[in-house]
Nanobody
Framework: EVQLVESGGGLVQAGGSLRLSCAASGFTFEDYAVGWFRQAPGKEREGVSC????????YYADSVKGRFTIARDNAKNTVYLQMNSLKREDTAVYYC??????????????????WGQGTRVTVSS
């Protein structure tokens, strides 16, 4: 059974940090790109960051560039999203998703095959 399980969300003050984890099982993780998406109340889902299957390819939305860092550990079948300097506008449910790939990753959710259930991030002022 394919599973993606997010963890690490919570309540944090503006300017603080959180690290999200996405633990995968049930498929050959190293063959899949992984993306992080978020959806705030009343807003459309947004691609936040993604990482391809080979070292070096990553994507960040302009809104998080310089503050968020994505990394993967294939030995642990896990992708991390380190979120620093959090802002109130980062408040959302964060989802990870996986898509088979030779190298690149996509910022578009329609490209992804598997999705997690989400973890909530709330940034207070």
């Amino acid at each position: 059974e394919v599973q993606l399980v997010e963890s690490g969300g919570g309540l944090v003050q503006a300017g603080g940090s959180l690290r999200l984890s996405c633990a995968a099982s049930g498929f050959t993780f190293e063959d899949y790109a992984v993306g992080w998406f978020r959806q705030a109340p009343g807003k459309e889902r947004e691609g936040v960051s993604c990482i391809g299957t080979r070292d070096g390819f990553t994507y960040y939305a302009d809104s998080v560039k310089g503050r968020f860092t994505i990394a993967r550990d294939n030995a642990k079948n896990t992708v991390y999203l380190q979120m620093n300097s959090l802002k109130r506008e980062d408040t959302a449910v964060y989802y990870c998703a996986a898509a088979i790939s030779d190298y690149y990753c996509s910022e578009f959710g329609s490209e992804y095959n598997y999705w997690g259930q989400g973890t909530r991030v709330t940034v207070s002022s």
